[in-house]
């Protein structure tokens, strides 16, 4: 079963801030946040692991609450480029492959 | 770009026929995957492999699709029999690792069209 991502979509003024949340329902080693702009492949933008570790890009900031199964990404300051669609993708023990979420789609307008 | 690269981009075929697609990965990532996703929607896990071994393939894949890494390099990727179904974007991503806590490099995409 996918994870679900709230809110679907949102849409915000340049500047403005936006968190985006996904939930499992597995007990999950990591979390990965993706953006994807149309017609163009998913990006790399953060790998948040069980225990606190994380992996990414220094702009961008993400929390991990194991005990939850949930995740959240934290835009802050957005700008017309942070426009697209965001995945999380999770890894569940006994699983080595990305299960991708439902998608937020995140519209910045100036 | 990633460094992860796909051919062919678009492919227009129709239903009944056979069709191959390629992934070059990045040279040094032992991890290569193939994904599908359709409009809307995140990409989902078709199948993945090890250097050339195939570890995993998805149980909702038809036995029309099959997948292989010859000497651990690129990969293709067949659907025979396409149906309009299929139609869709193929996605490949490598990595170096366990996909767990490695990043996972995208390619550009093929986009299948069944008619």
């Known amino acids: 079963q996918q994870p679900v991502q709230s809110p679907q979509a949102v849409i915000l003024r340049e500047g403005e801030d936006a968190v985006i949340n996904c939930s499992s329902s597995?007990?999950?080693?990591?979390v990965h946040w993706y953006r994807q702009k149309h017609g163009e492949a998913p990006v790399f933008l953060m790998i948040?692991?069980?225990?606190?570790e994380q992996k990414g890009h220094e702009k961008i900031s993400a929390s991990f609450n194991e005990k939850k199964q949930q995740s959240s990404l934290y835009l802050t300051a957005s700008q017309l480029s942070y426009s697209g669609t965001y995945f999380c993708?999770?890894?569940?023990?006994?699983?080595?492959?990305?299960?991708f979420g439902t998608g937020t789609r995140l519209t910045i307008i100036p | 770009d990633t460094g992860v690269s796909q051919n062919p981009r678009h492919k227009i075929t129709k239903r009944g026929q056979n069709v191959t697609f390629r992934c070059d990965p990045i040279?040094?990532?032992?991890?290569l995957y193939w994904y599908r996703q359709t409009l809307g929607q995140g990409p989902e896990f078709l199948t993945y492999?090890?250097?050339?071994?195939?570890?995993?393939k998805s149980r909702l894949l038809s036995d029309r699709f099959s997948a292989e890494r010859p000497k651990g390099s690129f990969s293709t990727l067949e659907i025979q029999r396409t149906e309009q179904g299929d139609s869709a974007m193929y996605l490949c991503?490598?990595?170096?690792?366990?996909?767990?806590?490695?990043?996972?490099?995208f390619g550009p995409g093929t986009r299948l069209t069944v008619l």
């Open positions: 991503a490598t990595s170096k690792g366990l996909a767990d806590y490695n990043e996972q490099f």
């Open positions: 597995k007990a999950l080693y990591s």
């Open positions: 948040l692991l069980k225990g606190g």
């Open positions: 993708g999770t890894v569940d023990f006994g699983n080595e492959k990305l299960t």
């Open positions: 040279s040094e990532h032992n991890r």
């Open positions: 492999f090890q250097n050339e071994a195939q570890l995993e």
